[in-house]
Nanobody
Framework: VQLQASGGGLVQAGGSLRLSCAAS????????MGWFRQAPGKEREFVGY????????NYKDSVKGRFTISRNDAKDTVYLQMNSLKPEDTAVYFC????????????????WGQGTLVTVSS
């Protein structure tokens, strides 16, 4: 299984970025896809997830209304659209996959991508 995250970069506060995560080696449509982030010196934290077929999504409170997760099962890809970015959103962003359950803990996810760095300047 491989999860390849991309789309990170440097953006000014208030700007937008869209991250992508392309999956291979698994039946993508059968997996719940999550996004996590890890800032320097901090623990990895939950950002949000999207369930099978995009039926529902769930987000960390601080990103609600700014971030949107979507998926394209035909392309085996999940997206994280990030708007109104803030300096505190600076982190390495990871995508992850799990077969069952709707938890927010990193250790509940089976597969992980390598991460993509998002830097938001003030």
């Amino acid at each position: 299984v491989q999860l390849q995250a991309s789309g990170g970069g440097l953006v000014q506060a208030g700007g937008s970025l869209r991250l992508s995560c392309a999956a291979s080696g698994l039946i993508f449509s059968a997996y719940i896809m999550g996004w996590f982030r890890q800032a320097p010196g901090k623990e990895r934290e939950f950002v949000g997830y999207i369930t099978w077929s995009g039926i529902s999504t769930n987000y960390k409170d601080s990103v609600k209304g700014r971030f949107t997760i979507s998926r394209n099962d035909a392309k085996d890809t999940v997206y994280l659209q990030m708007n109104s970015l803030k300096p505190e959103d600076t982190a390495v962003y990871f995508c992850a996959a799990r077969r069952y359950g709707l938890g927010r803990l990193p250790n509940e996810y089976e597969y992980w991508g390598q991460g993509t760095l998002v830097t938001v300047s003030s």
